[in-house]
């Protein structure tokens, strides 16, 4: 191959580079900003669509808008390309939906590929079955997620599932090992293991192969792939990587998953933490009052901790999830600076901040502080915070202490 490909993540919510660094990530696709990007040095580009958080009809009407303006682009560009579909390696999201359209728009492809291993945070591939630490998915709260429940975690039956049987699992190819690939058929869905980095990284190499073959594969995978097709090894942040902290911060949840309630539990025990709660009837009046409750907690040198009430809100829309993660984004960007840091617990609860509170085009993604737990900051320094280093925490991510662990390692930094 005459030069390494050019690999374009489509990313359903801003956590999905947990495993690699150095590259930039799109939260509005202008041509200009896309054709600036896809001539960034890194092999890696992020497309930060936030369509997890978005109903299926609106996936429908803008991920074609996307693909459609990224089309001619990549038509014109002097390097390979890959496009991977990044989503939840618990197996929440729009799949085969994203799939399908990306694959019309921006085909053709050969075969269509889902690898949810994302072995970092203990999400494993076995006999086509996939796992938290050990355990099926099913048999986990995330299958019972409001919006996106299933009844198997035996990937092929999942796939007919989310399909609505127009994928039969019978059909659907089951690879313990990336050698299969050449064995697959035109538009045929197939399914592979992995149990540790290392088999991601085989499987990267394999679909390189590949392209270089002329066959472009269209994967749909967790993180932990993008590491093997990249040629990037995953390691965290070393010290002198770290950025500055010159103040202290604020921890944002939105998540409502039951690990987040452990992690915020034991958070809020820390005698230099103190909670705010953001009630979900909140009006627009009391926006002012909660900001001056952080202020007042900041000028005491603790750290706030702004969180929505806690529990799965049956009957609450994707847009009433995002109205009330734009709310809590208000109420931080009225903060006084300096500030030091944001941790911002969810998908949803990231992108809002991000792209509308902070109003951010462009993030530059610095690497991890822990396995799987990525810290990014603006291209360009925000009018009001600077570079702001930004912790974008995945609700599903890590152990009962892990956000504990997050403040605390950023409070060392200061």
């Not at 560009?77 to 921006?106: F, Y």
């Not at 993604?365 to 915070?385: A, C, D, K, N, T």
């Amino acid at each position: 191959m005459a030069s390494s490909p050019k690999i374009i993540v489509f990313d359903d919510d801003p956590t999905g580079s947990q495993t690699v660094r150095g590259c930039p990530l799109l939260l509005k696709f202008s041509s200009a900003s896309l054709a600036a990007a896809l001539a960034d040095p890194s092999p890696l580009l992020f497309l930060l669509t936030n369509s997890r958080a978005l109903d299926a009809e609106e996936v429908r009407i803008q991920l074609p808008l996307l693909c459609r303006r990224l089309r001619p682009l990549l038509e014109q560009l002097e390097r390979p390309w890959l496009v991977v579909s990044r989503g939840d390696s618990t197996l929440r999201g729009h799949t085969p939906l994203e799939h399908d359209v990306i694959r019309t728009e921006l085909g053709p492809f050969h075969a269509s590929l889902l690898v949810p291993a994302f072995p970092q945070g203990g999400r494993t591939t076995a006999n086509s079955v996939h796992l938290l630490h050990g355990q099926p998915l099913q048999e986990t709260p995330f299958s019972r997620d409001q919006r996106f429940s299933y009844p198997s975690s035996d990937l092929p039956a999942w796939l007919e599932h989310k399909s609505g049987g127009a994928i039969a699992a019978e059909q659907v190819a089951r690879l313990r090992d990336p050698k299969g690939l050449e064995t697959l058929g035109l538009g045929q869905w197939a399914v592979l293991d992995a149990t540790q980095p290392e088999d991601l990284d085989a499987i990267g190499s394999a679909l390189l192969a590949e392209l270089a073959q002329g066959r472009r594969h269209l994967c749909q995978s967790a993180a932990s792939l993008l590491n093997g097709l990249a040629g990037i090894t995953s390691r965290l942040l070393s010290a002198d990587e770290m950025p500055p902290v010159k103040a202290g911060g604020v921890v944002l949840v939105g998540s409502h998953v039951p690990l987040t309630d452990q992690q915020l539990e034991l958070l809020l025990a820390e005698p230099k933490c103190l909670g705010v709660e953001f009630p979900l009837d909140t009006s627009d009046e009391d926006l002012p009052r909660l900001t001056a409750s952080l202020e007042a907690i900041r000028a005491d040198d603790l750290t706030p901790v702004l969180f929505s009430s806690r529990g799965e809100q049956h009957g609450f829309s994707p847009l009433q999830q995002r109205q009330l993660a734009y709310r809590m984004a208000q109420v931080l960007l009225e903060l006084e600076p300096p500030l030091g840091y944001v941790i911002a617990k969810g998908g949803t609860t990231s992108f809002t901040w991000l792209a509308d509170g902070m109003g951010l085009t462009q993030l530059r993604l610095l690497g991890q502080l822990q396995p799987g737990l990525s810290i990014v900051q603006p291209e360009q320094p925000h009018e009001r915070f600077g570079l702001l280093p930004v912790v974008t925490f995945p609700g599903n991510l890590g152990n009962a202490q892990s956000l504990n662990c997050c403040w605390q390692q950023l409070e060392q930094l200061r």
